[in-house]
């Protein structure tokens, strides 16, 4: 891997699977991944095709939502996203990030749909 880009909020930013199983409801699976922002980096706009479990292994996050909520997580934190509620974790702490993210989703669909540098900004 390379340098992280200065210019690009989202280089940097790696997402490991660690397991992917069939789910007992048929056409559905579970994914578990570690993703990794850099200090000062974001996962950038996305949303899933179901439901996000997460803890936050290490660092510090704001968690925002494309609805106006904005969560502040640090580390030892759960969470839990929404079936398609688009979201962005912004790493605003001094080391790099570590969640550790489940997830429960369609296994027709992407994993993760992406979305530009739209309105997912936390409120002053």
């Known amino acids: 891997m390379g340098a992280a880009d200065p210019t690009d909020p989202t280089s940097g930013v790696t997402r490991t699977v660690l397991q992917c199983h069939p789910s007992p ?6 994914v578990q991944t570690l993703v990794e922002i850099p ?3 974001e996962s950038g ?3 899933h ?3 996000e479990v997460g803890y936050i292994v290490r660092g510090d996050v704001l968690m925002v939502f494309d609805h106006g909520n904005v969560l502040r997580l640090r580390t030892g934190d759960p969470f839990f996203i929404p079936s398609g509620a688009v979201h962005n974790a912004r790493n605003v702490g ?3 990030t570590m969640m550790l993210s489940t997830y429960v989703v369609d296994e027709t669909k992407p994993l993760a749909t ?11």
């Open 94 to 96: 001094t080391v790099t």
């Open 114 to 124: 992406t979305y530009g540098h739209g309105p997912a900004k936390p409120r002053p």
């Open 25 to 30: 409801a048929e056409g559905w699976e579970t």
């Open 39 to 41: 200090r000062g980096k």
């Open 49 to 51: 095709p179901g439901v």
């Open 45 to 47: 706009r996305h949303s």
